[in-house]
């Protein structure tokens, strides 16, 4: 069973802060993450995807892979209250050929002005 | 109409009744997904098309039934669903590489009496 572990939080941080979301994932075989952010009641929406390892910076969104760790994260620098969501990492699972996502549960993320 | 659409956005049925939901994808892409969401739980994988074929049934009960007849369209035909399938059914579209993205539809939120 693949699996993908995030925490659940609630994360809570203050506008402006930088807010930190970790995942976890167990197929060392996995070649391609993404992080989505889902508000409540809608659809999950594509943050950012990494294949490689190290830092991908986009605007104030910087994913980090490291594989060896089996390892990815998600910083959020100048957090907003519109940043308030949860986000969802996902895993391809290794081998596959039709990009097989796992996901975990989600971290519930609180921005408060 | 850009992106991934899906209908209805909601759907109310009683256990007997049987209900089609409906999904299209303007982005050129030839796989397509069905994923389930209930509350406090990981997104669940139901069905994988490619190029119009079934590659994936995830251990899916016969009351839902896939139909792919074309790469834009996919649809969920529901019968005989019991309450605990109440629940945001996601689909999704992406290209056939395994690193490629999976981008996701407004969901159907379905609520079985």
């Known amino acids: 069973q693949k699996e993908v572990e995030q925490n659940s939080g609630p994360l809570s941080v203050p506008e402006g802060a930088i807010a930190s979301l970790n995942c976890t994932y167990s197929?060392?075989?996995?070649?391609?993450f993404f992080w989505y952010r889902q508000y409540s009641g809608k659809s999950p929406e594509l943050i950012m995807f990494?294949?490689?390892?190290g830092d991908k910076e986009d605007g104030r969104f910087t994913a980090q892979l490291n594989k060896a760790s089996q390892y990815v994260s998600l910083l959020i620098r100048d957090s907003q209250p519109s940043d308030s969501a949860t986000y969802l990492c996902?895993?391809?699972?290794?081998?596959?050929?039709?990009?097989?996502?796992?996901f975990g549960r989600g971290t519930q993320l609180t921005v408060w002005p | 109409e850009t992106g991934v659409t899906q209908t209805p956005r909601h759907l109310v049925m009683g256990m007997t009744n049987k209900k089609s939901l409906k999904c299209e994808q303007h982005?050129?892409?030839?796989?397509m997904y069905w994923y389930k969401q209930s509350a406090k739980k990981p997104l669940e994988l139901m069905f994988v098309?490619?190029?119009?074929?079934?590659?994936e049934n995830n251990s899916v009960p016969s009351r839902f039934s896939p139909e792919c007849p074309n790469s834009s369209h996919l649809f969920l035909h529901l019968h005989t669903l019991q309450p605990e399938d109440s629940a945001l059914y996601l689909c999704?579209?992406?290209?056939?590489?395994?690193?490629?993205?999976?981008?996701f539809g407004p969901g159907t939120r379905l609520t079985v009496l």
């Open positions: 098309y490619s190029l119009e074929e079934r590659v």
């Open positions: 999704a579209s992406s290209g056939a590489k395994s690193t490629d993205t999976q981008y």
């Open positions: 996902a895993v391809n699972g290794g081998g596959s050929t039709l990009g097989r996502l796992y």
């Open positions: 990494i294949y490689s390892n």
């Open positions: 982005l050129g892409h030839n796989a």
């Open positions: 197929d060392r075989g996995s070649q391609s």
